[in-house]
């Protein structure tokens, strides 16, 4: 089997997570259970994922000229990310995370701080590397110029692009086409496609809208009919990270030739491990954790 070769273009920030037994409303202050600072943000989740389940992995992102930053520069290189093209921005706070656990669930406020530099002159940079690449991956913590960049920059070189739409904002139809996969929630969905029905929308993009359903698993369109990959039932912990851990398991199971549905199969077990761990990376199985429990 081939190492996969990814380049994950997007945040990398740091998680400030609070748990508490309830949620406060608007004006309410309620006492909580613990406080840890994570890195997170989604591309270095997606990162962090993908290295850790096999795939050669290197970062295009930034960070600040902060201990923040430094944290997360560390930790990419304790997981055997490559940090060739992430630079300090001068005078600029890495970007944070605030999550709140609380009721089996978790409410974030991401504050973008340096990701907001990767544009597209950064990303340029970076042109001969995802040249060699056998997939980019990208998500939505990076300005939308960038995302549409990028769409066009691996359309142009033949390199397969994994859009991650969350946060959730309209694409284009330009960067619907270029984008060889596109990996939203269901509520990304809705605002992506305008309402429409997600059968529908599933049969517009075969075999490239991928729809993540949280428990129920994920569901896509072959070309013939919908397929439904079930979820692996599991004691949920935390949330945070489920996502970008599926994106950044199947993505690598995808760049290795695995087929559609063995790689979702895949990416929805390393998902499923993720969330019984605290912190969006903490939970992120490796390789040969899913192997096995693939094999019972």
Do not use: W
Not at 237 to 260: H, L, S, W
Not at 279 to 289: D, H, K, L, T, V
């Amino acid at each position: 089997m081939k190492k996969a070769k990814i380049a994950v273009i997007g945040s990398a920030s740091m998680d400030l997570v609070v748990s508490s037994q309830k949620r406060p409303q608007a004006g309410e202050t309620v006492l909580g259970d613990s406080f840890k600072t994570i890195p997170g943000g989604k591309g270095a989740n997606q990162a962090v994922a993908a290295a850790r389940l096999g795939a050669d992995v290197f970062m295009i992102g930034r960070v600040g000229d902060d201990s923040y930053g430094t944290n997360i520069l560390e930790n990419f290189k304790r997981n055997r990310v490559s940090t060739d093209y992430v630079e300090p921005v001068t005078g600029v706070e890495t970007g944070t995370a605030h999550i709140i656990l609380a009721e089996g669930d978790n409410s974030i406020v991401v504050v973008k701080g340096a990701n907001e530099y990767v544009t597209p002159a950064y990303v340029e940079k970076a042109v001969p590397l995802i040249s060699t690449c056998d997939l980019v991956m990208i998500q939505q913590e990076v300005p939308e110029e960038t995302v549409e960049y990028v769409a066009s920059i691996c359309k142009e070189l033949g390199i397969p692009l994994l859009l991650n739409p969350a946060p959730a904002r309209e694409l284009s139809e330009r960067v619907l086409e270029q984008a060889t996969y596109i990996t939203p929630n269901e509520h990304e969905s809705e605002i992506l496609f305008d309402g429409l029905p997600v059968s529908e929308a599933l049969k517009r993009f075969p075999n490239k809208l991928i729809l993540t359903e949280g428990a129920k698993g994920v569901r896509y369109f072959n070309g013939e009919s919908e397929i439904l990959v079930p979820a692996f039932p599991v004691k949920v912990v935390d949330t945070t990270g489920a996502g970008d851990t599926f994106n950044g398991a199947f993505g690598t199971a995808i760049a290795e030739g695995k087929r559609m549905e063995e790689s979702l199969q895949f990416a929805n077990l390393a998902a499923s491990i993720s969330v019984t761990g605290l912190g969006a990376q903490s939970g992120i199985p490796m390789r040969a954790e899913v192997e096995r429990r693939l094999a019972e």
